[in-house]
């Protein structure tokens, strides 16, 4: 389990503003229950989800870079909260899956040539004996503009995307399980990622979504 709490070159839970925001957040909280929730909001709602963020280096999926940067796609968001979690304390581990997203913008979609993701990035932290997910990924800014259930978490019980949206419309459905890591597995997600998509949205990487998406 101790594994699960050590720093890693993208998971650095021992800089120095992880730490400072890890302590804001928990100030004066003694159940873990009650740290994870406020790690989890933090990181749901402060930490802006953005499709488009830089992802094709390694300086992209650094914890105290994402934190500072306060936006990110789903595998940076999840990096941010296992950072704060292990720098208090509790185990945290990343967990990835592949994903079907039905309401996936148009622009997105026709780079990627379909609605297919592959290593969607999520949470899992051991608690009261057991592995619980966390999916801190779509902000409730970003839910509300777009009639997508937000994702909520008591500290103890899964949370997960959910399967339609505010209106009952298809969402997300998972596909495929990809496993736990320690840390970012870098080179399965770029790999995947050009397997999946091709070399022409590995170049949207390169070149940086944001200009060619207007964000």
Same mark, same amino acid.
Not at 44 to 67: C, F, G, M, Q, W
Not at 178 to 204: C, F, M, N
């Given at each position: 389990? /101790?594994?699960?709490? $050590? ?5 650095? #839970? +021992?800089?120095w503003s992880?730490k &400072?925001?890890?302590?804001? *957040?928990?100030?004066?909280? $003694?159940?873990d229950?009650d740290?994870?929730r ?11 989800? /953005? ?8 300086? @992209? ?6 934190? $500072?940067?306060? %936006?990110?796609? #789903? ?25 079907? /997203? ?9 780079w ?7 290593? @969607? !990035?999520y949470?899992e *932290?051991?608690?009261k ?9 779509? +902000?409730?800014?970003?839910?509300? $503009?777009? @009639?997508i259930?937000?994702? &909520? ?11 339609? /949206? ?5 969402h =997300? &459905? ?5 496993g @736990? ?7 399965? =997600? *770029? +790999? ?5 998509? !091709?070399?022409e949205?590995? %170049?949207h990487?390169?070149? !940086?979504?944001?200009?060619d998406a207007?964000?």
């Amino acid at each position: 389990m /101790n594994k699960y709490l $050590e720093a890693t070159s993208f998971i650095d #839970c +021992d800089a120095w503003s992880i730490k &400072e925001k890890t302590q804001d *957040l928990t100030k004066g909280q $003694e159940r873990d229950t009650d740290k994870v929730r406020s790690l989890f909001y933090f990181v749901r709602d402060k930490i802006k989800y /953005n499709p488009y963020s830089p992802r094709y280096s390694p300086e @992209h999926y650094v914890a105290s870079t994402i934190l $500072e940067r306060r %936006e990110g796609y #789903c595998v940076q968001k999840a990096v941010v909260l296992v950072a704060l979690a292990r720098a208090v304390g509790i185990p945290f581990r990343l967990r990835f899956a592949d994903i079907k /997203n039905y309401l996936v913008p148009k622009k997105l979609a026709e780079w990627m040539g379909t609605n297919f993701f592959v290593y @969607h !990035g999520y949470d899992e *932290l051991f608690i009261k004996r057991r592995w619980v997910k966390a999916t801190p990924a779509f +902000d409730l800014r970003m839910c509300q $503009e777009n @009639h997508i259930i937000p994702v &909520e978490f008591d500290g103890k019980n899964d949370a997960i995307f959910h399967s339609h /949206n505010q209106v009952g419309k298809l969402h =997300i &459905e998972y596909v495929r399980d990809r496993g @736990h890591y320690q840390d970012v597995p870098l080179g399965k =997600i *770029l +790999d995947a990622a050009t397997r999946a998509y !091709g070399s022409e949205y590995v %170049e949207h990487l390169k070149k !940086g979504f944001r200009k060619d998406a207007g964000v």
